[in-house]
């Protein structure tokens, strides 16, 4: 199995709700990431865990909260967003290391920030 | 990460009619990945590139990284409808297996 899911496809949601995004992969990766695509874009790196501990955070406003619960997980919490944070929100996973490690992306989570 | 450009931004061809896009770097790079998302899609990995001048083939797809490690290119030879989508490259870089991406050529298949 090749396959990252993530849940919901598309969320709506106003500035004052609190909502998650869903990621899932069972490839065995023990690296996972957030990305985050605007129009016409290219994706840009949000967070990185490694064994379940967070390892990278882009200087992302904290307005958004990661968390992985497993080595199969990973979630976005999401918390009085703008509307400018309005994007396609991609998460990817890969094995860990320096060596031909591909990452694997999900279909993306398409969110509008009303 | 390393920072990287990628020429042209936008092109549109011909079905049949060869495409190349560009991507290229001011310092050196380890290694180059290349990605490929169709319109309203995912990336989906397409190769990494290690060794200096070192060529890939994927039936029409013919990968090169410079003798410098400092660019790389994606040409697809007899382009298809299907070839449409933006065709990303980036550095993969150390420790965390992060990706730097480049601004991804979009390429346009008229049949």
């Known amino acids: 199995d090749t396959e990252v899911t993530q849940t919901p496809k598309h969320l709506v949601m106003g500035m004052t709700n609190k909502k998650s995004l869903k990621c899932e992969q069972h490839?065995?990766?023990?690296?996972m990431y957030w990305y985050k695509q605007k129009a016409k874009k290219p994706p840009e790196l949000m967070f990185v865990?490694?064994?379940?501990?967070?390892?990278i955070n882009e200087s992302v406003p904290s307005r958004f909260s990661p968390e992985c619960p497993n080595s199969s997980l990973l979630n976005l919490h999401l918390h009085a967003l703008q509307p400018e944070d309005s994007a396609l929100y991609l998460c990817a996973s890969s094995q860990v290391g320096t060596g031909n490690y591909e990452q694997y992306f999900g279909p993306g989570t398409r969110l509008t920030v009303t | 990460g390393q920072q990287v450009m990628q020429i042209p931004q936008y092109q549109h061809v011909q079905e049949g009619e060869d495409f190349t896009t560009y991507c290229n770097s001011s310092t050196t790079l380890s290694n180059i990945q290349w990605y490929k998302q169709r319109p309203g899609g995912h990336p989906v990995f397409l190769i990494q590139?290690?060794?200096?001048?070192e060529v890939k083939k994927q039936k029409r797809l013919t990968f090169q990284f410079g003798e410098a490690k400092k660019n790389s290119s994606l040409h697809i030879t007899a382009t298809q409808t299907t070839d449409v989508g933006t065709y990303f490259c980036?550095?993969?870089?150390?420790?965390?297996?992060?990706?730097?991406f480049g601004k991804g050529t979009m390429l346009l298949v008229s049949p």
């Open positions: 590139l290690v060794k200096s001048g």
């Open positions: 865990y490694s064994y379940e501990k967070l390892s």
């Open positions: 980036g550095p993969k870089n150390s420790g965390y297996s992060t990706l730097t």
């Open positions: 490839m065995g990766h023990r690296a």
